[in-house]
């Protein structure tokens, strides 16, 4: 077991789910992991595996319809440890760390920035509100944090709306606006997915280096391999709802044991990991969260299968800190 200084956040059997009357989706379904103190956790899966759940679990910002039905979370960033052991849409204690000690960013910036307000004001706002400083000081920090992501002309800019910046400086915006209370943990949802490739590596370039003066813990949700390999220190890989394999960058890109990562690996091309092979799609499609079924959700898709995949959820293996939700590893390995 882990010392439990260099954790920051302790993620403990999420399940949040979506009644929609004709049917329950199970988004998230038992989902545990650990942020270390300064590090960047990359969550990668195909679109739908419940990334974007479980990042608006931990922050208690869930849609109407969602439920969150167990889960416990610890947060280490304060003297004394902050337990959430009742999850509940927008919680007391989380609306408290949230902004301040959480920040957040999604992919759309749209959906966050509010069009009537100069950027400026949004950004001093949480400064104001979570912070005794003054206006000036907020106004000189806003510019302090516009610079470091590269805006120029940044005090100008405070005026300015947010249709006035482009896409990429819209997100670029967003970035300093979740970064402007320094927050010891940022939960980034496809921070770049609606950016174009060379937009994409500067932003990430200029976000590693904001986190790196600053310390801070990164969760990177994206579902590009590329990024993972390039940003994370670890990795969680989700598959309907549930992590399949955890480890470091190392342990998940270089020498993955499931099936669905291996199964990923193969789809995608990852700079730097096996240049030269040949891209292959994942046989099938994902099933239908709904109708989860008994055994390994994976099960349908995988080469691997036997029948105790199909009748009893496989239990995790755990060799030096990595982790593997499997029946068949010696299997996989050999094949
Ligand atoms: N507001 C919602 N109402 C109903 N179902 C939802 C809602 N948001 C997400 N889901 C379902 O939860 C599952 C996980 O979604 P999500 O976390 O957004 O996936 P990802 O971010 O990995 O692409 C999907 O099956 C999706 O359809
Ligand atoms: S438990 Fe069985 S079906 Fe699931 S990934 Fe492993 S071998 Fe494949
Ligand atoms: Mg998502």
Redesign the pocket.
Known sequence: MRSQHDLLLKVENLETS?D?GSRV?K??NGVSFTVKKGKTLGVV????????????TILQL?????KINAGHITYYGKEEAVVLNRLERNGRKMRSIRGKEIGMIFQDPMASLNPVYTIGNQICEALLQHDAMSKKEAADRAVEMLSLLGIPSARARLKDYPHQFSGGMKQRVMIAMAMVCNPKLLIA??PTTALDVTIQAQILELMKDVQKKYDTSVIL?T?NMGIVSDMADEVAV?YM?KIVEFGTVEQVLSRPQHPYTRALLRSVPVLGIRRNMRLETIRGSTPD?SEMPEGCAFAPRCDFATDRCRSAPPQTDEGQGHLVRCWNLEEVRKG
């Open positions: 979506f929609l989706v988004a998230v899966g195909e679109s739908g595996c419940g990334k974007s759940v479980t990042a608006h869930l849609p109407r319809l969602g949802d496809e949700i579902h989700m709802g969260p």
